[in-house]
């Protein structure tokens, strides 16, 4: 039934085959639609002993034949035993074969809707959400009532997909189609690369009516838009747990530097924020004016500020400020090459450089993803003896913000470190299968530049989420906002994005435990203060 494990696969399901590599069998006997009957339901020890035996034989003789994936049946209302009989054998050494558990997305309990979600969730966190537990997600005729439900599923490890035939509707001409959120579901669940089993075929139906499904299904898949520029660079970052950058305490390489300048937003927002500070400055009366770039890095904010000066008609002395020495190389280079004759180049950190003199404005890039990660405020606190008393800094503000996610693959990422450390540490991600329990994105802390009372950076904030739906939470997800100046702005809050922005992913605060929320629930997210 199904086929590559990297590519979408349209297939049709039939009885349970294991014959050949690459195929799926479906697990603990053969079942029909709807049925649930399994390990965890069986009335009495004897038959529950059969069936976790057979269990057993089946998982082994599938990872002896190195099938593909096990599709097992759905479990139980009540599923400690299925889950226990999971762990012991199906989780275990035994079966290295992928596991995926069949779940409706609705299902009908004691004749009332019941989301599968909340199933599927009862089930891998008694399995201690174990990753190699994966989904095979069941599309029924009637949907769950709200989108964000629905969304849940894109942060699940959702490995295929079954849409059986009474999914379709019949058009006009008389072809199968999906309803309008059926199919934006599907097109969703694509981008997670999963595949796709086609069930309730008639038996003995011609190859010309199976095609017809077959053909829908694979049109659909191929109607997914090409992706953009920013998609193809992203793309290789999803759901990767990466270190934050620490460009005070290392220096950064040259490869670093090269992608952040193909960001084809932040530097013409810097720009244009130049560009009205030095139109503001003239206005003021100022005649030569002096600009300092502190941790300049290979220069794009140097021309930023030169091409700014072109535009405004200012005359302006720009001092590039670097404390990486390799950086300083280009510096000096493009200085030499480039003929910049208003630019001087310093190879010294700002915090300490005795500069000959004051700045009208002092421009920097030393942003996390969380806005002060990097140690923006106490480079630029040190760096403020040299600005005039009535100069500018760009940026002049940046405000953090949190927002819970789920995220079952990273969260497990940091899980499988097996210590604490890694629990306690923040990471850059370019989230993907991630759901966000609440469409709350709260503001955290904010710094502005000058700081003048050099007030203190240490912050501290106790904020309280509501969730939408039932969800289990992972972690917060966390962004910036930065005024550059005179209302431009860089962002990768979703709120106020930066469309096009690359330079910065969000970042992703684990949770030791998380927390698993009904629907309306409050989440309070504290740090312990650190003094
Ligand atoms: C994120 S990079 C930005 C570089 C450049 N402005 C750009 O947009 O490509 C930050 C730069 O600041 C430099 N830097 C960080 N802290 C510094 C400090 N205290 N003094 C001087 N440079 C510093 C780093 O070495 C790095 O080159």
């Known amino acids: ?93 035994i079966c290295t074969t992928q596991l995926m558990v069949r779940i409706p997305l609705l299902r009908q309990v004691d004749g009332a809707e019941v989301d599968g979600w909340n199933s599927w969730n009862a089930l891998r966190l008694l399995c201690d959400q174990n990753p190699r537990l994966q989904v095979c997600l069941e599309l029924t005729e009637d949907l769950p009532e709200t989108d964000r439900e629905l969304h849940r599923w894109l942060a699940e490890p959702v490995r295929s997909v079954i849409i059986p035939t009474d999914a379709f509707l019949t058009n006009k001409q008389g072809f199968p189609v999906l309803s309008k959120r059926h199919k934006a579901f599907l ?47 992203e793309t290789p970052y999803h759901d990767w747990l990466q270190a934050p950058l620490q460009p005070l305490q290392d220096n950064l390489e040259s490869q670093t530097y090269e992608t952040f300048e193909k960001d084809p937003v932040k530097y013409v927002q810097y720009e244009e924020a130049i560009h009205r500070c030095l139109q503001d400055k003239l206005a003021a009366g100022k005649k030569q004016l002096v600009a300092m770039v502190v941790g300049a890095g290979r220069g794009p904010l140097v021309v930023a500020v030169r091409s700014a000066a072109v535009r405004a008609g200012a005359q302006v002395k720009i001092w590039a400020v670097e404390k990486n020495p390799n950086a300083v190389v280009t510096l000096r280079h493009r200085c030499a090459v480039e003929e910049w004759t208003n630019v001087e180049v310093i190879g010294e950190d700002m915090r300490f450089w005795d500069a000959p003199r004051k700045a009208d404005l002092i421009v920097s890039e030393l942003l996390g993803s969380f806005g002060d990660n990097e140690l923006s405020p106490e480079c630029l606190d040190g760096a403020q003896r040299f600005l005039e008393p009535d ?20 969260w497990n990422d940091v899980k499988n470190y097996n210590d604490l450390a890694h629990f306690e540490t923040a990471y850059v991600v370019k989230f993907h299968q991630a759901f966000y329990p609440t469409s709350q994105v709260e503001k955290c802390f904010e710094f502005s530049h000058p700081n003048w009372e050099l007030s203190s950076n240490d912050r501290y904030a106790q904020i309280e989420f509501t969730s939408e739906v039932d969800a289990l939470v992972h972690g917060f997800a966390g962004y910036f906002h930065c005024e550059l100046y005179a209302g431009l702005s860089v962002s990768i809050n979703p709120e106020s994005y930066s469309e096009g922005m690359f330079s910065w992913f969000p970042i992703y605060f684990p949770l030791r435990t998380p927390v698993n929320l009904k629907r309306g629930e409050k989440l309070t997210s504290s740090g312990r203060p650190a003094w």
């Open 1 to 93: 039934m199904l086929s590559s494990p990297d590519r979408n696969f349209v297939g049709v399901a039939g009885d349970a085959r294991d014959q050949d590599n690459g195929r799926v069998m479906t697990g603990v006997g053969s079942l029909t639609k709807g049925e649930t009957k399994g390990v965890g339901e069986t009335p009495d020890e004897s038959s529950q002993s059969y069936c976790l035996q057979s269990l057993e034989q089946e998982l082994s003789w599938a990872s002896h034949l190195g099938v593909y994936g096990i599709i097992l049946p759905s479990p139980p209302n009540s599923c400690e035993l299925f889950a226990a009989a999971l762990s012991r054998i199906g989780l275990g050494s």
């Open 391 to 410: 100069g500018a800094c760009i940026p002049s503000k940046y405000t953090s913000s949190l927002t819970p996610v789920t995220t079952h693959k990273l």
């Open 187 to 233: 097109l969703q669940l694509f981008r997670n690369k999963v595949q796709v089993i086609l069930q309730g075929l008639p038996e003995g139906a011609k190859e010309t009516e199976t095609e017809k499904y077959l053909h829908y299904v694979a049109r659909l898949f191929q109607s997914r838009p090409a992706p953009t520029a920013q998609e193809q660079f």
